[in-house]
């Protein structure tokens, strides 16, 4: 289980990496591996979009399931990447890297404190691990 | 198959729930309420059942007694025996997709090549697996479109020139969605498409519009979809499948969604349905449509095998995420329109709309020579037309009808305004005696 250090997480799996303001987010190691082989990613939100925590950034649909991606932080949508409606499978390969699914800048920084380091996380995903 | 429970599975349920007997799950219902006393007629053997069903059957005029230019969204067409033979055939006689799918090869090859045949008609990338009919396939349409720009979007502009149906069943299916606005209704029924094109602004999700329209005009929408398209909304076509084997497809014309009644395929008029509701799309809307898609792939050993590829709107896969949850399909029905257009085949089926496009023009030609009569519109048209009246068309109609010709559909009965209309449909199975008939029908009815 990769939970690379100086990444925060949301309960529900994504993952935060701060660059100054700006917010990259994406989904866990952990996340990808529960979905198995991921086929289809919808980003939900546009470049410019204002949204709030706990909207719907996007649908990531695997052989097993459709699940929704939330948004962990609020602020206004700068990028979304776009090469994952083509390469779906990168969520597999590299979670942490080309897989990432939008750039936010931040409007309340006081929520990443909400937010899990990666060994809150790791604990976390243990307890779910069967 | 439906396996009942046994009599100890039925005990062992009552047991874990702590009631003695079935009985006593009902002792919320009053005792007096409960075998209340029915007031009926004594029983009837089955031979007299048959004989008081046969005579209320033989109270239906059908076609077959009756001579009729009937259409408004379904038409009288000739379906082959074998069409009917091969529908019935036990393997097949099932609505549904099964749940364990790919153990039914048959059945999934015959929803892909009913999904092959949709999508070569309309010119569409993708065709689901059918809905119940065109108008809840419209429906579905007004909520795919909305739910593509998710809530970002929230008009829906319905042509007036739409079925009137469809347009009420559209209203109906989108009653629990407080955030869609439908529009179009103020604009003049039969004016152009082009007026539509002012109600089209940045919050419309999707324009729906008909070809042929409910009046039977037909309407090149090249144009009009691209206008359309130039403010960022989608275009869906609803569509008699019939005229799409002689005319340009709503795929041709850069359609985004094509939805129509699958019923002059080969299926029964049956006294209103079961009909059959056509749904296609382009790909890159693939993963937002209600039903399922159909592959073919081959299988372990390298045989040709089918498959349910995708499944994205439905129950198993997205449940509360899916946006429709209406995933039965018409599987009969669509079946015997794949077999209707497989027996007939590309020429077969060109030909059967070029024999209704004639006859159409031929009774069109004859009835603008009537004293007192003529045509509505100079647009052109497939196997049906709007004629002017001397008058009422409803009373003229119902003079006809006592001749044993159902002239057409009364136009005043779904627009007011036009209540000297009549609607006129002619097909293959209309003969230029019965034509010719009806234009003196017609004249008499005039002078009586």
Known sequence: MNIPAGFKF????????????????????????????????????????????GGLLGTVES????????????????EINESLSDTP?????????????????????????????DKAYGVNCA???? | MFIPHTDQE?????????????????TAIPQKHRFPKLNLPPALSEMEVMAELENYAQANESTKDIISFLGAGAYNHYSPAAVDMLLRRGEFYTAYTPYQPEISQGTLQVIFEYQSLITLLTGMEASNASHYDGATASAEAVIMAHQNFRGKRNKIILSPSLHPQYRATI????????DIKLAGDNLDPQGSPEALLTQVDTDTALVIVQYPDFFGRLYDYTDFISKVHESGALVAVAVNPMALALFKSPGEMGADIVVGEGQPLGLPLSYGGPYLGIFATRKEYIRKISGRLVGETTDARGNRAYVLTLTAREQHIRREKASSNICTNQGLLALAATLYVSLLGKHGLRKVAELNYQKAHYAASQISKIKGYSLVSDEPFFNEFLVR???NAADLAAHLLDHGIIAGYVVGTDYPKSVDQLLVAVTEMNSKEEIDLLCETLAEGHHD
Not at chain 2, 10 to 26: C, H, I, N, P, R
């Open chain 2, 389 to 391: 009246c001397p008058g």
């Open chain 2, 171 to 178: 209203r109906t299916y989108t009653q629990g969605h407080a």
């Open chain 2, 10 to 26: 039925t005990s062992e349920m009552l047991e874990a729930v702590g009631v003695k007997d079935l009985a006593e799950l009902f």
């Open chain 1, 63 to 78: 052989v097993k399931a459709a699940s929704d991606i939330n948004l962990p932080v609020s602020g206004k949508v700068i």
């Open chain 1, 89 to 117: 499978e990168l969520v597999n390969t590299d979670p942490y890297g080309k897989a990432w699914m939008v750039k936010i800048e931040l409007s309340h920084a006081a929520e990443l404190n909400d937010l899990m380091d």
């Open chain 1, 10 to 53: 949301a309960p529900t799996d994504e993952w935060v990496h701060m660059e100054g303001n700006i917010a990259t987010i994406g989904i866990s190691d952990f996340a990808q591996d529960q979905l198995s082989d991921v086929v289809f990613v919808e980003i939900a939100v546009s470049a410019g979009d204002t949204v709030k925590k």
């Open chain 1, 127 to 130: 307890g779910r691990e069967h």
